[in-house]
Protein backbone atom coordinates (compact mmCIF):
# COMPACT_ATOMS: atom_id res chain seq x y z
CA UNK A 1 0.00 0.00 0.00
CA UNK A 2 3.09 2.26 0.78
CA UNK A 3 4.26 3.19 -2.52
CA UNK A 4 0.76 4.08 -3.88
CA UNK A 5 0.34 6.35 -1.04
CA UNK A 6 3.50 8.15 -1.75
CA UNK A 7 2.66 8.15 -5.55
CA UNK A 8 -0.82 9.64 -4.57
CA UNK A 9 1.22 12.23 -2.42
CA UNK A 10 3.91 12.92 -5.58
CA UNK A 11 0.34 13.30 -7.70
CA UNK A 12 -0.94 15.75 -5.14
CA UNK A 13 2.34 17.57 -4.71
CA UNK A 14 2.62 18.09 -8.67
CA UNK A 15 -0.91 18.80 -9.64
CA UNK A 16 -0.98 21.43 -6.52
CA UNK A 17 2.31 22.78 -7.84
CA UNK A 18 0.80 22.98 -11.29
CA UNK A 19 -2.22 24.72 -9.89
CA UNK A 20 -0.18 27.71 -7.90
CA UNK A 21 0.77 28.30 -11.39
CA UNK A 22 -2.30 29.22 -13.19
CA UNK A 23 -3.32 32.35 -11.47
CA UNK A 24 -0.21 34.11 -13.40
CA UNK A 25 -2.09 33.12 -16.62
CA UNK A 26 -5.40 34.13 -15.98
CA UNK A 27 -5.58 37.74 -16.68
CA UNK A 28 -4.27 36.87 -20.12
CA UNK A 29 -6.86 33.77 -20.93
CA UNK A 30 -9.93 36.65 -19.03
CA UNK A 31 -8.60 39.22 -21.55
CA UNK A 32 -8.79 37.12 -24.88
CA UNK A 33 -12.22 35.70 -24.05
CA UNK A 34 -14.10 38.68 -22.92
CA UNK A 35 -16.47 39.58 -25.82
CA UNK A 36 -16.39 43.40 -25.46
CA UNK A 37 -13.11 44.02 -27.50
CA UNK A 38 -14.91 42.47 -30.74
CA UNK A 39 -16.79 44.87 -33.08
CA UNK A 40 -18.67 42.83 -35.38
CA UNK A 41 -20.46 43.82 -38.26
CA UNK A 42 -23.79 42.08 -39.64
CA UNK A 43 -24.62 43.42 -43.30
CA UNK A 44 -28.44 43.48 -43.83
CA UNK A 45 -30.98 43.35 -46.76
CA UNK A 46 -34.01 43.92 -44.56
CA UNK A 47 -33.87 44.87 -41.01
CA UNK A 48 -37.30 45.47 -39.28
CA UNK A 49 -36.24 47.52 -36.57
CA UNK A 50 -38.92 45.95 -33.66
CA UNK A 51 -41.12 48.78 -33.42
CA UNK A 52 -42.41 48.89 -36.66
CA UNK A 53 -40.00 50.17 -39.57
CA UNK A 54 -38.63 48.60 -42.25
CA UNK A 55 -34.95 49.46 -43.06
CA UNK A 56 -33.41 48.05 -46.16
CA UNK A 57 -29.29 47.60 -47.30
CA UNK A 58 -28.07 48.11 -44.24
CA UNK A 59 -25.41 47.17 -41.41
CA UNK A 60 -25.58 46.53 -37.80
CA UNK A 61 -22.53 47.34 -35.79
CA UNK A 62 -22.21 45.40 -32.63
CA UNK A 63 -19.21 45.69 -29.64
CA UNK A 64 -19.16 43.67 -26.80
CA UNK A 65 -22.95 42.56 -25.71
CA UNK A 66 -24.77 45.76 -27.54
CA UNK A 67 -25.26 47.84 -30.66
CA UNK A 68 -23.30 51.09 -30.97
CA UNK A 69 -24.49 52.17 -34.39
CA UNK A 70 -26.68 51.51 -37.87
CA UNK A 71 -24.27 52.12 -40.08
CA UNK A 72 -24.54 51.37 -44.12
CA UNK A 73 -21.01 51.43 -44.67
CA UNK A 74 -19.27 49.99 -41.77
CA UNK A 75 -16.67 47.27 -42.70
CA UNK A 76 -15.60 44.41 -42.75
CA UNK A 77 -18.67 42.72 -42.77
CA UNK A 78 -18.66 39.65 -40.07
CA UNK A 79 -22.23 38.47 -41.12
CA UNK A 80 -23.33 38.54 -44.43
CA UNK A 81 -27.33 38.12 -43.31
CA UNK A 82 -28.62 39.76 -46.82
CA UNK A 83 -31.18 37.80 -48.42
CA UNK A 84 -32.61 37.27 -44.92
CA UNK A 85 -34.81 39.51 -42.80
CA UNK A 86 -33.24 40.55 -39.66
CA UNK A 87 -35.04 41.64 -36.60
CA UNK A 88 -34.25 41.76 -32.85
CA UNK A 89 -34.66 38.27 -30.82
CA UNK A 90 -37.82 37.38 -29.62
CA UNK A 91 -39.76 37.85 -26.52
CA UNK A 92 -42.05 35.27 -24.91
CA UNK A 93 -43.85 36.62 -22.02
CA UNK A 94 -45.40 33.49 -20.75
CA UNK A 95 -43.82 29.79 -20.73
CA UNK A 96 -42.67 27.46 -18.39
CA UNK A 97 -39.30 26.63 -19.20
CA UNK A 98 -38.60 23.90 -16.56
CA UNK A 99 -41.95 21.77 -17.19
CA UNK A 100 -40.76 19.25 -19.40
CA UNK A 101 -41.98 15.43 -19.79
CA UNK A 102 -40.19 12.50 -17.31
CA UNK A 103 -38.22 9.43 -17.78
CA UNK A 104 -41.21 7.52 -18.71
CA UNK A 105 -42.51 9.97 -21.28
CA UNK A 106 -45.41 11.95 -19.45
CA UNK A 107 -46.14 14.85 -18.56
CA UNK A 108 -43.53 15.64 -14.88
CA UNK A 109 -44.64 18.98 -14.58
CA UNK A 110 -41.97 21.89 -13.90
CA UNK A 111 -40.83 20.86 -9.98
CA UNK A 112 -39.04 17.98 -10.81
CA UNK A 113 -35.29 17.79 -9.10
CA UNK A 114 -34.13 14.83 -10.87
CA UNK A 115 -30.98 14.77 -13.18
CA UNK A 116 -33.39 13.98 -15.81
CA UNK A 117 -35.64 17.03 -14.81
CA UNK A 118 -32.70 19.55 -14.93
CA UNK A 119 -31.22 18.18 -18.00
CA UNK A 120 -34.84 18.61 -19.84
CA UNK A 121 -34.74 22.04 -18.34
CA UNK A 122 -31.24 22.96 -19.63
CA UNK A 123 -32.65 21.54 -22.90
CA UNK A 124 -35.91 23.52 -23.37
CA UNK A 125 -33.79 26.82 -23.14
CA UNK A 126 -31.25 25.84 -25.76
CA UNK A 127 -34.25 24.74 -27.92
CA UNK A 128 -36.18 27.58 -27.36
CA UNK A 129 -32.99 30.07 -28.01
CA UNK A 130 -32.57 28.18 -31.23
CA UNK A 131 -36.05 29.01 -32.07
CA UNK A 132 -35.38 32.94 -32.18
CA UNK A 133 -36.63 33.79 -28.65
CA UNK A 134 -33.74 35.51 -26.70
CA UNK A 135 -35.83 36.59 -23.50
CA UNK A 136 -38.38 34.64 -21.64
CA UNK A 137 -40.99 34.91 -18.87
CA UNK A 138 -41.04 31.88 -16.88
CA UNK A 139 -44.11 31.86 -14.67
CA UNK A 140 -43.04 30.13 -12.75
CA UNK A 141 -41.47 27.35 -10.96
CA UNK A 142 -38.76 27.57 -8.12
CA UNK A 143 -36.48 25.64 -10.60
CA UNK A 144 -36.77 28.49 -12.67
CA UNK A 145 -33.63 30.37 -10.27
CA UNK A 146 -30.87 28.18 -10.87
CA UNK A 147 -31.03 28.08 -14.86
CA UNK A 148 -32.26 31.77 -14.85
CA UNK A 149 -28.60 32.04 -13.14
CA UNK A 150 -26.81 29.62 -15.18
CA UNK A 151 -27.93 31.27 -18.64
CA UNK A 152 -26.98 34.51 -17.50
CA UNK A 153 -23.51 33.55 -15.87
CA UNK A 154 -22.62 32.04 -19.32
CA UNK A 155 -22.42 29.53 -18.24
CA UNK A 156 -25.54 27.48 -20.25
CA UNK A 157 -27.11 28.49 -23.36
CA UNK A 158 -30.28 29.64 -23.46
CA UNK A 159 -32.57 33.01 -23.38
CA UNK A 160 -32.52 35.42 -20.83
CA UNK A 161 -34.93 34.57 -18.39
CA UNK A 162 -37.35 36.30 -16.16
CA UNK A 163 -39.19 34.30 -13.20
CA UNK A 164 -42.18 34.69 -11.09
CA UNK A 165 -40.86 31.76 -9.27
CA UNK A 166 -44.26 30.54 -7.09
CA UNK A 167 -46.83 32.12 -8.40
CA UNK A 168 -50.04 33.27 -6.08
CA UNK A 169 -53.12 30.19 -6.78
CA UNK A 170 -56.27 32.25 -5.47
CA UNK A 171 -58.57 30.02 -3.14
CA UNK A 172 -60.76 32.60 -2.16
CA UNK A 173 -61.03 33.31 1.08
CA UNK A 174 -58.47 30.66 2.05
CA UNK A 175 -55.62 32.58 0.01
CA UNK A 176 -55.43 34.87 3.18
CA UNK A 177 -55.97 38.16 4.28
CA UNK A 178 -54.82 41.04 2.32
CA UNK A 179 -51.85 41.31 4.86
CA UNK A 180 -50.95 37.33 4.17
CA UNK A 181 -51.04 38.03 0.18
CA UNK A 182 -48.76 41.42 0.85
CA UNK A 183 -46.73 38.56 2.52
CA UNK A 184 -46.20 35.61 0.23
CA UNK A 185 -45.72 38.76 -2.80
CA UNK A 186 -42.94 40.26 -0.56
CA UNK A 187 -41.44 36.24 0.06
CA UNK A 188 -41.57 35.73 -3.74
CA UNK A 189 -39.10 38.53 -3.88
CA UNK A 190 -36.81 37.60 -1.70
CA UNK A 191 -36.97 33.65 -3.50
CA UNK A 192 -35.28 35.64 -6.35
CA UNK A 193 -38.93 36.47 -8.32
CA UNK A 194 -38.18 39.06 -11.62
CA UNK A 195 -42.29 39.20 -11.18
CA UNK A 196 -45.16 37.72 -9.71
CA UNK A 197 -47.83 35.56 -11.09
CA UNK A 198 -51.29 35.31 -9.77
CA UNK A 199 -53.97 32.88 -10.42
CA UNK A 200 -57.04 35.20 -10.48
CA UNK A 201 -59.54 32.42 -12.01
CA UNK A 202 -58.51 29.32 -13.12
CA UNK A 203 -59.87 28.56 -16.95
CA UNK A 204 -63.22 28.70 -19.13
CA UNK A 205 -64.61 25.99 -18.06
CA UNK A 206 -63.86 27.09 -13.93
CA UNK A 207 -64.43 31.12 -14.75
CA UNK A 208 -65.45 32.19 -11.54
CA UNK A 209 -62.98 34.80 -9.57
CA UNK A 210 -60.76 32.88 -6.79
CA UNK A 211 -58.94 36.04 -5.13
CA UNK A 212 -61.73 38.58 -4.36
CA UNK A 213 -60.99 42.57 -5.84
CA UNK A 214 -59.67 43.20 -2.17
CA UNK A 215 -56.91 40.26 -2.26
CA UNK A 216 -55.67 41.73 -6.17
CA UNK A 217 -55.65 44.84 -5.15
CA UNK A 218 -53.65 43.69 -2.29
CA UNK A 219 -51.52 41.22 -4.26
CA UNK A 220 -50.86 43.99 -7.53
CA UNK A 221 -50.22 47.11 -5.05
CA UNK A 222 -47.80 45.27 -2.62
CA UNK A 223 -46.20 43.91 -5.83
CA UNK A 224 -45.96 47.58 -7.70
CA UNK A 225 -44.45 48.40 -3.91
CA UNK A 226 -41.78 45.83 -4.48
CA UNK A 227 -40.65 46.49 -7.46
CA UNK A 228 -41.93 44.09 -9.30
CA UNK A 229 -45.04 43.61 -11.94
CA UNK A 230 -47.78 41.15 -11.77
CA UNK A 231 -49.35 39.22 -14.12
CA UNK A 232 -52.76 37.95 -13.68
CA UNK A 233 -54.17 34.73 -14.92
CA UNK A 234 -57.51 35.71 -15.70
CA UNK A 235 -60.77 34.94 -17.53
CA UNK A 236 -64.36 36.33 -17.53
CA UNK A 237 -64.91 38.63 -14.82
CA UNK A 238 -61.20 38.79 -13.25
CA UNK A 239 -60.16 40.62 -16.27
CA UNK A 240 -61.54 43.70 -15.47
CA UNK A 241 -61.08 43.05 -11.39
CA UNK A 242 -56.91 42.69 -12.64
CA UNK A 243 -57.20 45.45 -14.52
CA UNK A 244 -59.16 47.91 -11.59
CA UNK A 245 -56.51 46.22 -8.99
CA UNK A 246 -54.09 48.01 -11.55
CA UNK A 247 -51.74 44.69 -11.88
CA UNK A 248 -49.74 45.06 -15.05
CA UNK A 249 -50.19 42.23 -17.47
CA UNK A 250 -53.51 39.28 -18.04
CA UNK A 251 -52.92 36.01 -19.45
CA UNK A 252 -55.24 34.53 -21.56
CA UNK A 253 -58.74 36.65 -20.94
CA UNK A 254 -60.83 34.89 -22.64
CA UNK A 255 -64.67 35.55 -22.11
CA UNK A 256 -63.36 39.49 -20.76
CA UNK A 257 -66.27 41.62 -22.86
CA UNK A 258 -65.20 44.10 -25.29
CA UNK A 259 -65.84 46.87 -22.11
CA UNK A 260 -63.47 44.73 -20.44
CA UNK A 261 -60.86 45.07 -23.43
CA UNK A 262 -61.77 49.12 -23.69
CA UNK A 263 -61.07 49.29 -19.87
CA UNK A 264 -57.71 47.36 -20.52
CA UNK A 265 -56.38 49.77 -23.41
CA UNK A 266 -57.81 53.11 -20.90
CA UNK A 267 -55.60 51.96 -18.04
CA UNK A 268 -52.39 50.71 -20.21
CA UNK A 269 -53.04 47.14 -19.03
CA UNK A 270 -51.51 44.36 -21.14
CA UNK A 271 -53.05 41.55 -22.50
CA UNK A 272 -51.19 38.16 -23.72
CA UNK A 273 -54.18 36.37 -25.33
CA UNK A 274 -53.03 32.79 -26.84
CA UNK A 275 -54.34 31.70 -30.43
CA UNK A 276 -53.54 28.34 -30.71
CA UNK A 277 -49.56 26.40 -29.52
CA UNK A 278 -50.52 25.33 -25.97
CA UNK A 279 -54.03 23.86 -26.77
CA UNK A 280 -52.46 22.70 -30.02
CA UNK A 281 -49.95 21.13 -28.35
CA UNK A 282 -51.92 19.25 -25.45
CA UNK A 283 -53.76 17.41 -28.42
CA UNK A 284 -50.51 16.63 -30.06
CA UNK A 285 -49.26 15.07 -27.52
CA UNK A 286 -52.60 14.29 -25.81
CA UNK A 287 -50.94 10.55 -24.72
CA UNK A 288 -48.06 12.09 -22.37
CA UNK A 289 -50.33 14.45 -20.58
CA UNK A 290 -53.64 11.77 -20.21
CA UNK A 291 -53.91 11.13 -16.88
CA UNK A 292 -51.45 13.21 -15.54
CA UNK A 293 -52.74 15.76 -12.93
CA UNK A 294 -55.19 18.14 -14.95
CA UNK A 295 -55.42 16.22 -17.67
CA UNK A 296 -58.62 13.60 -17.14
CA UNK A 297 -59.66 12.27 -20.80
CA UNK A 298 -62.44 14.62 -21.01
CA UNK A 299 -59.96 17.65 -21.01
CA UNK A 300 -58.87 16.89 -24.73
CA UNK A 301 -62.16 16.85 -26.27
CA UNK A 302 -63.16 20.19 -24.28
CA UNK A 303 -59.60 21.80 -25.21
CA UNK A 304 -60.54 20.66 -28.84
CA UNK A 305 -64.00 22.96 -28.70
CA UNK A 306 -62.94 26.03 -26.83
CA UNK A 307 -59.96 26.42 -29.56
CA UNK A 308 -62.27 29.11 -31.97
CA UNK A 309 -63.01 30.49 -28.58
CA UNK A 310 -59.25 31.79 -28.55
CA UNK A 311 -59.44 32.58 -31.96
CA UNK A 312 -62.78 34.23 -31.43
CA UNK A 313 -61.12 36.67 -28.48
CA UNK A 314 -58.16 37.44 -29.93
CA UNK A 315 -59.65 38.89 -33.00
CA UNK A 316 -61.62 40.85 -30.04
CA UNK A 317 -58.25 41.80 -28.41
CA UNK A 318 -56.72 43.08 -31.96
CA UNK A 319 -59.97 45.01 -33.08
CA UNK A 320 -60.10 46.79 -29.59
CA UNK A 321 -58.46 50.16 -30.31
CA UNK A 322 -55.27 51.18 -27.96
CA UNK A 323 -54.95 47.74 -26.66
CA UNK A 324 -51.35 46.61 -26.02
CA UNK A 325 -51.69 43.06 -27.14
CA UNK A 326 -47.81 40.93 -25.75
CA UNK A 327 -46.98 37.94 -27.17
CA UNK A 328 -46.80 34.70 -24.86
CA UNK A 329 -46.96 31.57 -26.10
CA UNK A 330 -47.58 29.68 -22.62
CA UNK A 331 -45.10 27.23 -23.99
CA UNK A 332 -44.70 24.20 -21.53
CA UNK A 333 -43.49 20.10 -22.26
CA UNK A 334 -43.70 19.52 -25.93
CA UNK A 335 -43.82 22.61 -27.22
CA UNK A 336 -40.70 24.77 -25.79
CA UNK A 337 -38.39 25.65 -29.52
CA UNK A 338 -41.87 26.14 -31.14
CA UNK A 339 -42.90 29.04 -29.58
CA UNK A 340 -42.87 30.92 -32.70
CA UNK A 341 -46.05 28.65 -34.24
CA UNK A 342 -48.22 31.14 -31.69
CA UNK A 343 -47.37 34.26 -34.23
CA UNK A 344 -48.75 31.77 -37.17
CA UNK A 345 -52.32 31.11 -34.84
CA UNK A 346 -52.27 35.10 -33.89
CA UNK A 347 -51.64 35.67 -37.51
CA UNK A 348 -53.64 32.93 -39.24
CA UNK A 349 -56.73 32.30 -37.19
CA UNK A 350 -56.66 35.13 -34.69
CA UNK A 351 -56.45 38.43 -37.63
CA UNK A 352 -53.37 40.01 -36.20
CA UNK A 353 -51.77 41.80 -39.00
CA UNK A 354 -48.11 40.44 -38.99
CA UNK A 355 -46.00 43.70 -38.06
CA UNK A 356 -48.19 43.94 -35.34
CA UNK A 357 -47.18 40.23 -34.37
CA UNK A 358 -43.47 41.24 -34.36
CA UNK A 359 -43.59 44.32 -32.68
CA UNK A 360 -45.70 42.58 -29.93
CA UNK A 361 -42.45 39.75 -29.88
CA UNK A 362 -40.22 42.95 -30.08
CA UNK A 363 -40.37 46.68 -28.82
CA UNK A 364 -44.17 45.71 -27.11
CA UNK A 365 -42.90 42.83 -25.52
CA UNK A 366 -39.85 44.56 -24.04
CA UNK A 367 -41.73 47.47 -23.03
CA UNK A 368 -44.14 45.43 -21.04
CA UNK A 369 -40.95 43.87 -18.98
CA UNK A 370 -39.85 47.18 -18.24
CA UNK A 371 -36.91 46.49 -20.53
CA UNK A 372 -36.93 49.03 -23.53
CA UNK A 373 -34.05 50.89 -22.38
CA UNK A 374 -32.47 47.03 -23.07
CA UNK A 375 -34.16 44.76 -25.53
CA UNK A 376 -36.70 44.60 -28.35
CA UNK A 377 -35.53 46.41 -30.74
CA UNK A 378 -32.21 46.84 -33.30
CA UNK A 379 -31.55 50.26 -32.03
CA UNK A 380 -27.72 51.50 -30.63
CA UNK A 381 -27.15 51.32 -27.29
CA UNK A 382 -29.80 48.00 -26.72
CA UNK A 383 -28.50 44.57 -26.01
CA UNK A 384 -27.32 43.13 -29.14
CA UNK A 385 -30.31 40.35 -29.35
CA UNK A 386 -30.55 39.69 -33.42
CA UNK A 387 -32.18 36.79 -35.33
CA UNK A 388 -32.42 36.43 -39.22
CA UNK A 389 -35.44 34.41 -40.67
CA UNK A 390 -35.15 32.38 -44.19
CA UNK A 391 -38.20 34.44 -45.62
CA UNK A 392 -40.46 37.49 -45.02
CA UNK A 393 -42.61 36.92 -41.86
CA UNK A 394 -44.93 39.81 -43.07
CA UNK A 395 -45.59 38.33 -46.51
CA UNK A 396 -45.43 34.76 -45.19
CA UNK A 397 -46.07 34.35 -41.66
CA UNK A 398 -44.79 30.59 -41.33
CA UNK A 399 -40.98 32.20 -41.99
CA UNK A 400 -41.29 32.20 -38.19
CA UNK A 401 -40.15 28.68 -38.33
CA UNK A 402 -37.38 29.14 -40.13
CA UNK A 403 -34.50 31.01 -37.68
CA UNK A 404 -31.11 30.78 -39.66
CA UNK A 405 -29.20 32.76 -37.33
CA UNK A 406 -29.36 33.93 -33.58
CA UNK A 407 -27.41 36.28 -31.81
CA UNK A 408 -27.74 37.09 -27.94
CA UNK A 409 -26.02 39.64 -26.13
CA UNK A 410 -23.60 40.34 -29.13
CA UNK A 411 -23.05 36.15 -29.25
CA UNK A 412 -23.89 34.03 -32.13
CA UNK A 413 -25.22 30.76 -31.36
CA UNK A 414 -26.94 29.93 -34.27
CA UNK A 415 -25.72 30.67 -37.60
CA UNK A 416 -27.49 28.23 -40.04
CA UNK A 417 -26.66 29.95 -43.09
CA UNK A 418 -22.67 29.72 -42.58
CA UNK A 419 -23.37 26.08 -40.82
CA UNK A 420 -21.23 27.80 -37.65
CA UNK A 421 -23.79 25.37 -35.86
CA UNK A 422 -24.99 22.26 -37.55
CA UNK A 423 -28.38 22.19 -37.70
CA UNK A 424 -29.63 19.79 -34.54
CA UNK A 425 -31.83 17.06 -35.80
CA UNK A 426 -33.97 17.37 -33.00
CA UNK A 427 -33.94 21.45 -32.48
CA UNK A 428 -36.83 23.01 -34.41
CA UNK A 429 -37.36 24.71 -36.24
ZN1 LIG B 1 -49.08 29.26 -18.35
Redesign the pocket.
Known sequence: MRPVIILCLVVIVVVCSRVQRVPSQTPAQTKRIVPEQKRVVIAAGTVLDGKGHVMRNTRIVIEGSKIVAIDPKATPVDYDLRGLTVMPGWIDA???ITWSFGKDGKNAGSGGTTQEAAYSAASNAWVTLMGGFTTVQS?GSPNDVPLRDAIAKGALPGPRILTAVEPLVGRGEQTGTPDDIRAYVRKQKEAGADLIKIFAAFSIRRSDMVLSQEQLNAACDEAKKQGLRTLV?AYKDAVRAATLAGCTEI?HGTLATDDDLKLMAEKGTYLDPQAGL?MENYLLNKEKFLGTPGFPEEAFSMTAKIIPMYHEFMKHAVKTPGLKIVFGS?A?AGAHGRNAEEFIDRVRDGGMDPMMAMISANSLGAEAMGMADKIGSITPGLQADIIALDGDPLKDITAVRRVVFVMKGGVVYKNTARRAIAVYGSVAP
Request: hydrophobic letters at 45%; aromatic letters at 0%; a negative charge.
Open positions: HVHVHEVDL
